[in-house]
Each structure stands twice: as C-alpha cells, then as structure tokens.
C-alpha cells in the first residue's frame, strides 16, 4: 500500500521560507516522477513542481526562482524548498505520483 506523509507547513511572513517533506513508502520511490500541488482556498489545484525520476525539474511560473524540488532517494522522500514567499502562496500544499496523493500540509504566509 502506497503512502505519501507530507510535513513542513506552518505559518511565515511574507518574504521567509520553509521546506516542505514528502515521505513515500510501499513503493520503488526511484522509479517515478514526483509532483508536489497546491490548492488555495476556493481555487483548483494547481501543479508547482514536478521532479523525475533522473532528477530533471520543471516549475509553475509563478514559483520559478522562488521554489526548488529535489528527492533523496534513498530516504524515499522528495522536498520543496520554498524561498520569498509571498501571501498568494498560501494553500494546502500535497505531494503526488500518479493517482497517489498525500493529505496535504497547510502553508501561511502572513504578516
């Protein structure tokens, strides 16, 4: 059974940082892409960051320069280092491969 544990939200001011966990078990972790989203409060998800298993990264643009994905495969667990932040980054934050989700970790950013 696959199982994704997200961890690392909180609340920051606007222009701090966090680095956000995700733990995979259950599964070969190398193999595949990993993704992380978000969901702002009445907003779709919205994709912010996907990593592939040979370490290649894309991002959304409104995160480019700010965010940065990476994966440690041999702790099975991806991360999203996010830098500046600014209020509009404000969401519940999941990680993802294919139609595996975790329950999400909720980042604030506020003054």
């Known amino acids: 059974q696959v199982q994704l544990v997200e961890s690392g939200g909180g609340l920051v001011q606007p222009g701090g940082s966090l680095r956000l966990s995700c733990a995979a078990s259950?599964?070969?972790?190398?193999?595949?892409?990993m993704n992380w989203y978000r969901q702002a409060p009445g907003k779709q998800r919205e994709l912010v960051a996907i990593?592939?298993?040979?370490?290649?990264?894309n991002y959304a643009d409104s995160v480019k320069g700010r965010f940065t994905i990476s994966r440690d495969n041999a702790k099975n667990t991806v991360y999203l280092q996010m830098n500046s932040l600014k209020p509009e980054d404000t969401a519940v934050y999941y990680c993802?491969?294919?139609?595996?989700w975790g329950q999400g970790t909720q980042v604030t950013v506020s003054s």
């Open positions: 990593i592939t298993s040979g370490g290649s990264t």
């Open positions: 993802n491969f294919l139609l595996n």
């Open positions: 259950g599964t070969i972790f190398s193999r595949y892409s």
